[in-house]
């Protein structure tokens, strides 16, 4: 395929930062992160479509989705196609894996080859590329026949179940295509791979090494196998693409209280490891904390990996810190710091920010490579007065010391939560993606909820939050020239997710200006969780958890600028009990990539009766989580 031609108007997130213009300063609420008005935001014009709850995914008028990859599918030629009643850990660790969720998109230059990054990056090519997908999670009772239902369903029963389990983990890197029937894998790519449990890691950065991250099976602490909970993550300029270890602590088995080491069983409960987790302890000893008390202290970070490179070894970036990682996004403007945004989704925790020590240079990637080891990690304070700022996590300065448990900087990084909790971050309602918008400049932070939440504050304004919110955080500097690198900002409620009309105050949503006629009875939504941005600048959110209010999760897209900031359009919806992951554009904006998770999950559904078996509809086969290619026959660009 023919390389499209570069669009100068936006190339990546990371290019067009530097090539901004024209941001107005902020002047109140719900315009603080607006660009002058003879600046347009790119129009939504698609057909919405209506809140339904159903067995299938749905698109507007005009649009097609191809199922791209689904759990079990093949990555290399001449391997068989799926097949539940014939599936062993072998073979599960060369096929597409379960329960996806981030996805990156990497473009491919036609004339260069494996590691020639800088020219990969260069090609903006829209038709082909290498699709790099997180698999956070496995559910034995929808994977396996024989599972009762419920929350016990998920103790793998055999040791041959845990290790198709840990196979199913990871990230799968495929090459794909856009041919004249539509979007497919080339499975005879030498860039496809997966990453699972298994997968030989390296931890770089101020915690590597330290007595906390050594094993029995490994006394280096610089080493190790394999990488769970990825929920969504990043890339950078550089070619690599970063993936959260979220939900880590699932993975582990045994009891905190039985433990002598009093920082490492206030640790392991702060993850929740528990004797009612998964069993995989049983069959593998490394995931049981009473047989190799520090493995656990080797997960909970961000992994970056070379996809280009199909020999590179992964690594564990301990300078971003250990918590229950959502994802990190970057900002990179030339000859500045890089800034990289996370949240740690769990209630109650914390917005992160990173600054690296050094500069990013365009072009030098051995250089920028090393940019996410040293630097410096923050967390973010919200004050009532729209203010904010970022609180260093560094070993010595305040109350990181010591007496209060703290020897040194890894300290500080394994123990995050502990470190940001001392130095006054806001607690908030479990932070999922961060993600700065390359057209304003501001971040974005979704929120998904917190019932949990009893004292509510400005940045987390509802007790018992059940539908979210998203905040926008406004770095000091005008005229597109945003400082991510200051320790100051600004920030400013989004919009606060639920139905506009709910009589509950606690549930109500407020969307931007909620001019009449500005959104349709089917434009709100709950509980926002990943978010991407096209072109245009407008914001796509992705949903996890409108089926409690009666719905499909889906996605929803809207301005973030103008008299229609923050009214969304309901876009996409998936089918019943599932999330919506991903979403990713291709660099020019015309295929949209979507990750539907765990389909049919919920009630009584099992592999045995599921609640369907989208998307094959087959009777032998299970539902499949799968990722959609969305895009216009016509080839315009998606939401036009
Ligand atoms: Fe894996 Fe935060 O959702
Ligand atoms: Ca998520
Ligand atoms: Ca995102
Ligand atoms: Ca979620």
Redesign the pocket.
């Known amino acids: 395929m023919k390389n499209l031609p570069p669009d100068p108007s936006r190339r990546t997130l990371f290019k067009a930062i530097g090539a901004l213009t024209a941001a107005g300063a902020s002047n109140g609420l719900l315009t603080a992160c607006s660009r002058s008005k003879d600046v347009e935001q790119a129009g939504l014009t698609f057909a919405e479509i209506p809140h339904r709850l159903d067995d299938n995914h749905h698109l507007p008028d005009g649009y097609r989705a191809d199922i791209l990859l689904r759990w079990g599918d093949p990555l290399h030629a001449g391997d068989s196609p799926f097949d539940p009643a014939n599936l062993d850990a072998h073979s599960q660790a060369r096929r597409f894996g379960y329960n996806n969720?981030f996805i990156a998109f990497m473009p491919l230059d036609d004339n260069a080859g494996p590691g020639e990054n800088a020219r990969h990056l260069a090609s903006d090519n829209s038709v082909r590329g290498l699709l790099c997908v997180n698999h956070e999670y496995t559910q034995p009772h929808l994977m396996f026949p024989g599972y009762d239902d419920g929350y016990k369903a998920t103790r793998g029963v055999s040791a041959e179940h845990v290790a198709i389990e840990q196979a199913a983990c990871g990230h799968a890197i495929t090459e794909i295509e856009k041919t004249s029937t539509g979007w497919q894998p080339v499975l005879d790519s030498p860039y496809n791979r997966r990453i699972t449990l298994s997968t030989a890691m390296g931890i770089v950065g101020p915690a590597a090494g330290d007595r906390r991250l050594q094993t029995s099976a490994d006394p280096t602490g610089k080493t190790v196998l394999g990488t769970v909970g990825n929920?969504?993550g990043g890339k950078t300029p550089w070619g690599t693409v970063l993936i959260a270890e979220e939900g880590f602590g699932g993975a582990f088995q045994g009891d905190p209280d039985n433990i002598a080491d009093p920082v490492e069983a206030l640790n392991h409960h702060v993850f929740d490891i528990s004797p009612a987790n998964r069993n995989w302890g049983d069959h593998d000893p490394r995931f049981d904390i009473g047989q190799e008390l520090h493995e656990p202290n080797r997960f909970g970070w961000m992994v970056e990996y070379d996809p280009y490179d199909p020999q590179s070894q992964p690594r564990k970036l301990t300078s971003l810190g250990r918590f229950e990682h959502?994802g990190f996004t970057l900002v990179c403007k030339p000859g500045q710091p890089v800034v990289a945004y996370g949240g740690d989704?769990d209630e109650h925790q914390f917005v992160y920010r990173y600054v690296s020590r050094d500069r990013y240079e365009p072009g030098k990637d051995s250089h920028n490579r090393a940019l996410l080891v040293e630097g410096t990690l923050f967390a973010g304070q919200f004050n009532e007065d729209g203010s904010g700022r970022w609180l260093p996590l560094v070993f010595g300065q305040g109350p990181l010391k010591p007496e209060n448990g703290f020897h040194n900087q890894a300290d500080v990084l394994i123990d995050a939560r502990r470190a940001a909790a001392l130095l006054g971050a806001t607690p908030m309602d479990r932070p999922?993606?961060v993600e700065t918008n390359p057209v304003n400049d501001c971040t974005y932070v979704m929120l998904t909820k917190n019932k949990r939440r009893a004292v509510a504050n400005a940045a987390n304004p509802r007790p018992k939050n059940a539908t979210g919110h998203v905040l926008e955080i406004v770095p000091p500097g005008i005229d597109g020239a945003r400082d991510h690198v200051s320790d100051q900002f600004r920030w400013n409620t989004f919009l606060l997710g639920g139905n506009p009309n709910a009589e509950d105050p606690g549930e109500r949503g407020a969307y931007g200006q909620q001019l009449p006629g500005t959104i349709s009875p089917h434009g709100w939504f709950a509980n926002p969780?990943?978010v991407a941005f096209d072109l245009g600048g407008n914001m796509w959110i992705a949903t996890?958890g409108c089926e409690s209010f009666g719905f499909h999760d889906g996605l929803w897209a809207m301005a973030t600028e103008g008299e229609l900031r923050a009214a969304p359009r309901h876009f996409f919806g998936c089918p019943r009990g599932a999330e919506v992951?991903g979403p990713e554009f291709t660099p020019d904006g015309t295929t949209l990539f979507v990750a539907v998770q765990h389909p049919a999950d919920g009630g009584r559904s099992t592999f045995d009766k599921p609640m369907h078996r989208w998307p094959d509809n087959d009777p032998a086969l299970p539902p499949r989580p799968s990722v959609l290619a969305i895009y216009r026959p016509d080839g315009k660009r998606v939401g036009s």
């Open positions: 969720d929920c969504a959502e989704d999922e993606d969780d990943n996890d992951c």
